[in-house]
């Protein structure tokens, strides 16, 4: 199991939801986290306080994740406030319910670009430190959605699988240099108030729906654990069993 304290964590979406439990539970096992958002800046701001509330640095660095020149001037912004990360977390992403016989080519191409293609070069643009110093840890926040119809799109399915399998690629790549890349895909998980989590709560054998500490708990094991590389962590309350 790796010690995580002192590790730099760079943590895409990390203005509410899974990427802010996910900044928190990284930080209490003694990450300084780099809180990244897109256009939410006062959650962005509210995660770094409870980062810093326990005892740990933050910086918020912005970026539209979708784009290979800002991000990286993220990963350089958060190497200059921070120092450069050691810990990527994919989690940026963005679903847009659409029936597949509506879905425009432009429809397709950004829920591609957010959730696919963002995970590529932010991967891309964090591997030359992790390689240099021989450790690193990149997990990427898959979905339900790669495994089953899902509920959004055939856009989002898609993407969601890309991740999976872009992990699997990188992992086989990287597995002699230290840096180990997985994937956690959570199902039906209590993101903020807009969810009917009653309803979701009846398709869950579990009866009920996760919580974002729980996904953050299964990135914090993909993290610490440096004989696991490759793999999909499924949290999903029996909903499908792989």
Known sequence: MSDLAGKIALITGASKGIGQATALALAG???????HYHQRLEGA???REQVEAL???AAIVQADVSRSDQVQAMVEQAGHDLGPPDILVNNAGWARPQPFDEISEEDFD?????????AF???????????????????NISSGAAHTSGAVGIHYNAAKAGMEGLARGYAASLVQEGVTVNVVAPTFIDTGPERDN??????VPMGRVGEAAEVAEAVLLCCRVGYMTGQVVCLNGGVYYR
């Open 29 to 35: 096992a003694g990450c300084d986290i780099a809180v």
């Open 45 to 47: 701001e509210a995660t």
């Open 55 to 57: 005892g740990r640095r």
């Open 110 to 118: 950004a829920v591609i670009a957010v959730n696919l293609k963002s």
């Open 121 to 139: 070069l932010c991967t891309r643009a964090v591997l030359p430190h992790m390689r240099q110093r021989g450790w690193g840890r990149i997990v």
């Open 198 to 203: 009653a309803a979701r709560a009846k398709r």
